[in-house]
């Protein structure tokens, strides 16, 4: 089976390495320091201290690489647009494409959201030009629950978590979808297949739509976020904003804030994602995460004045760095 990452990073890496590992034909585009490791050392992987390669061609340009059978999308969502630009050469009709991502995907509300199904997100792809690129029946969502960092180039440093939750945007329970969950588990993942992806996104959305544009601002790890009673109940107000919103779109959160929140705080003093694109000097990826939100609560009518603030304050910070 041929299998493409695209954006062979910390989560690209790690979930590239258990594909190879599974006997696929693993093919990466990457770019500069990336390529050149992949190139010489392969897709490596430092798990409880031991570090295993796998090999992987690596080519800059896909068109080096051609259709694939299943393309991971494991980018972080400001280098989408370029991301649309190159893929054709990786698509054919029966090509499934994962989006391995955090935050809202383009194709978020693609046959789902009641009265508000099949409205484009402006705030994930203005021109429309993600989803020109990538045909909507080749999609398969993928949250993935799992912590990987990179030691170097090509080296991903595995910390925690195994789960790669993936669905159909229309909920059902396909062959294609099936066969793919098959694949991840000889991988070496743990991978339930949900009747409602876009749930399984917003749930985790839930989470991290606050305290990493937090971190990024703040520079905090997350044990002093959450250990902060005013900003924790900040994060409260937001989280209460995004409940509302996603229960408009159908999706039932039965928890309250303070739930996820215990959960947070056994995280320990975590960095997150965004905090080490910050210190990197990399885009941070606000759209996806919050601005997204806010055009959700724009569509559904649910006021916003909290996510607004957030976001307001996080652009802000990141459009002086040079990085949004």
Same mark, same amino acid.
């Given at each position: 089976m041929k299998v493409c990452i695209y954006g062979?990073?910390?989560?690209?890496?790690?979930?590239?390495h258990g594909l190879a590992h599974a006997g696929c034909s693993v093919s990466t585009v990457a770019r500069g320091a990336t390529l050149q490791a992949l190139n010489q050392h392969g897709l490596r992987l430092n798990q409880a201290g031991r570090v295993t390669a796998q090999t992987a061609q690596a080519s800059s340009s896909p068109a080096d690489l051609g259709v694939q059978d299943l393309v991971v999308i494991s980018v972080k969502a400001p280098s989408l647009p370029e991301v649309a630009k190159h893929? /054709?050469? %990786?698509l054919g009709p029966n090509t499934v494409v994962m989006t391995a991502m955090n935050g809202v995907p383009w194709w978020y509300l693609q046959g789902f959201g009641g009265n508000y199904a099949n409205q484009p997100l402006t705030s994930i792809d203005p021109q429309g030009e993600i989803a020109k690129a990538i045909a909507p029946q080749l999609i398969v969502g993928c949250v993935v629950h799992a912590s990987c960092s990179l030691g170097a180039p090509g080296l991903v440093q595995h910390h925690f978590g195994n789960k790669l939750i993936i669905g159909e945007p229309s909920g059902l329970k396909t062959q294609r979808v099936l066969q793919l /969950?098959? %694949?991840?588990?000889?991988?070496?993942?743990?991978?339930?297949?949900?009747?409602?992806?876009?749930?399984?996104?917003?749930?985790?959305l839930w989470g991290n739509m606050t305290v990493n544009p937090i971190s990024a601002l703040t520079g905090a790890t997350t044990d002093l976020i959450m250990g902060d009673d005013l900003v924790r109940g900040f994060i409260s107000s937001v989280m209460l904003e995004a409940k509302d919103i996603g229960a408009r779109l159908g999706i039932t959160i039965d928890q309250q804030p303070e739930d996820r929140?215990?959960?947070?705080?056994?995280?320990g003093a975590f960095k997150t994602s965004m905090l080490q694109d910050v210190e990197a000097g990399k885009a941070v990826e606000l759209d996806a995460l919050v601005t997204a939100v806010k055009e959700l609560g724009t569509l559904t009518k649910i006021p916003t004045p909290y996510t607004d603030a957030l976001l307001g304050l996080a652009r802000l910070q990141a459009r002086i760095r040079g990085l949004y």
């Open positions: 062979a990073g910390a989560i690209g890496g790690w979930i590239g893929i /054709a050469p %990786l /969950a098959a %694949l991840l588990e000889k991988a070496g993942f743990e991978v339930p297949v949900s009747e409602q992806i876009q749930k399984d996104i917003w749930f985790k929140h215990v959960v947070t705080m056994k995280l």
